[in-house]
Nanobody
Framework: QVRLEESGGGLVRAGDSLKLSCAAS????????MAWSRQAPGKEREFVAR?????????WYADSVKGRFTISRDNANNTVALNINSLKPEDSAVYYC?????????????????WGQGTQVSVSS
Protein backbone atom coordinates (compact mmCIF):
# COMPACT_ATOMS: atom_id res chain seq x y z
CA GLN A 1 0.00 0.00 0.00
CA VAL A 2 1.35 3.40 -0.98
CA ARG A 3 1.33 6.13 1.60
CA LEU A 4 2.57 9.71 1.37
CA GLU A 5 2.85 11.90 4.44
CA GLU A 6 3.61 15.61 4.44
CA SER A 7 5.20 17.48 7.32
CA GLY A 8 6.81 20.82 8.05
CA GLY A 9 3.89 23.19 7.80
CA GLY A 10 3.07 25.78 10.42
CA LEU A 11 2.27 29.38 11.21
CA VAL A 12 4.98 31.77 10.04
CA ARG A 13 5.44 35.45 9.24
CA ALA A 14 5.78 37.00 5.83
CA GLY A 15 9.37 36.76 4.66
CA ASP A 16 10.10 33.59 6.64
CA SER A 17 11.18 30.27 5.16
CA LEU A 18 9.82 26.76 5.54
CA LYS A 19 10.86 23.31 4.44
CA LEU A 20 8.05 20.89 3.71
CA SER A 21 8.83 17.20 3.49
CA CYS A 22 6.99 14.31 1.88
CA ALA A 23 7.84 10.86 3.22
CA ALA A 24 6.71 7.73 1.45
CA SER A 25 6.13 4.08 2.08
CA UNK A 26 5.21 1.42 -0.44
CA UNK A 27 6.79 3.34 -3.30
CA UNK A 28 10.31 4.33 -4.33
CA UNK A 29 9.94 8.01 -5.00
CA UNK A 30 12.98 8.48 -7.21
CA UNK A 31 11.33 6.28 -9.83
CA UNK A 32 8.30 8.52 -10.05
CA UNK A 33 7.51 12.07 -11.04
CA MET A 34 6.59 14.06 -7.94
CA ALA A 35 4.70 17.26 -7.33
CA TRP A 36 3.64 19.69 -4.66
CA SER A 37 0.28 21.37 -4.92
CA ARG A 38 -1.67 23.66 -2.64
CA GLN A 39 -5.24 24.59 -1.93
CA ALA A 40 -6.34 27.75 -0.22
CA PRO A 41 -9.84 28.19 1.21
CA GLY A 42 -12.35 28.81 -1.57
CA LYS A 43 -9.81 28.15 -4.30
CA GLU A 44 -9.02 25.23 -6.54
CA ARG A 45 -6.00 23.06 -5.91
CA GLU A 46 -3.03 24.23 -7.96
CA PHE A 47 0.31 22.67 -8.69
CA VAL A 48 3.24 24.77 -7.54
CA ALA A 49 6.21 22.51 -8.31
CA ARG A 50 6.89 19.29 -10.16
CA UNK A 51 9.97 17.18 -10.74
CA UNK A 52 10.40 14.31 -13.15
CA UNK A 53 11.65 10.92 -12.07
CA UNK A 54 15.24 10.92 -10.92
CA UNK A 55 16.65 10.20 -14.36
CA UNK A 56 14.77 13.04 -16.06
CA UNK A 57 15.88 15.75 -13.66
CA UNK A 58 13.34 18.25 -14.95
CA UNK A 59 11.68 20.69 -12.56
CA TRP A 60 8.76 23.02 -13.20
CA TYR A 61 7.40 25.82 -11.05
CA ALA A 62 4.27 27.91 -11.17
CA ASP A 63 4.97 31.53 -12.08
CA SER A 64 3.72 32.66 -8.67
CA VAL A 65 6.46 30.74 -6.85
CA LYS A 66 9.43 30.85 -9.24
CA GLY A 67 12.58 31.93 -7.50
CA ARG A 68 11.11 31.25 -4.03
CA PHE A 69 10.19 27.54 -4.08
CA THR A 70 12.59 24.67 -4.72
CA ILE A 71 11.59 21.03 -5.08
CA SER A 72 14.24 18.42 -4.36
CA ARG A 73 14.72 14.75 -3.68
CA ASP A 74 16.46 12.92 -0.85
CA ASN A 75 16.77 9.51 -2.40
CA ALA A 76 18.51 7.96 0.59
CA ASN A 77 15.52 8.74 2.79
CA ASN A 78 12.86 8.29 0.10
CA THR A 79 11.54 11.82 0.59
CA VAL A 80 10.81 14.85 -1.50
CA ALA A 81 11.11 18.35 -0.08
CA LEU A 82 9.73 21.74 -0.92
CA ASN A 83 11.89 24.61 0.30
CA ILE A 84 9.95 27.84 0.50
CA ASN A 85 11.63 31.20 0.91
CA SER A 86 10.24 34.71 1.22
CA LEU A 87 6.80 33.48 2.22
CA LYS A 88 3.84 35.69 1.43
CA PRO A 89 0.36 35.73 2.97
CA GLU A 90 -1.00 34.48 -0.36
CA ASP A 91 1.09 31.32 0.07
CA SER A 92 -1.22 30.29 2.92
CA ALA A 93 -2.82 26.97 1.97
CA VAL A 94 -2.82 23.26 2.62
CA TYR A 95 0.15 21.82 0.78
CA TYR A 96 -0.05 18.32 -0.68
CA CYS A 97 2.55 16.09 -2.23
CA UNK A 98 1.68 13.76 -5.07
CA UNK A 99 3.43 10.91 -6.85
CA UNK A 100 2.48 9.75 -10.30
CA UNK A 101 1.50 6.11 -10.32
CA UNK A 102 3.47 5.39 -13.51
CA UNK A 103 7.23 5.06 -13.00
CA UNK A 104 9.87 6.86 -15.04
CA UNK A 105 7.56 9.68 -16.06
CA UNK A 106 8.14 13.39 -16.56
CA UNK A 107 5.01 14.73 -14.91
CA UNK A 108 2.25 13.97 -12.43
CA UNK A 109 -1.22 13.25 -13.76
CA UNK A 110 -3.61 14.29 -10.98
CA UNK A 111 -6.36 11.80 -11.75
CA UNK A 112 -4.09 8.79 -11.27
CA UNK A 113 -1.63 10.13 -8.68
CA UNK A 114 -1.08 9.09 -5.10
CA TRP A 115 -1.78 11.96 -2.71
CA GLY A 116 -0.87 12.75 0.85
CA GLN A 117 -3.21 14.24 3.44
CA GLY A 118 -1.60 17.67 3.35
CA THR A 119 0.13 20.05 5.73
CA GLN A 120 -1.16 23.52 6.60
CA VAL A 121 0.96 26.58 5.91
CA SER A 122 -0.30 29.86 7.31
CA VAL A 123 1.55 33.11 6.66
CA SER A 124 0.77 36.23 8.63
CA SER A 125 1.50 39.69 7.29
Amino acid sequence: QVRLEESGGGLVRAGDSLKLSCAASGITLNRHAMAWSRQAPGKEREFVARISWRGGKRAWYADSVKGRFTISRDNANNTVALNINSLKPEDSAVYYCAADTHPYGLTVVPARAYWGQGTQVSVSS
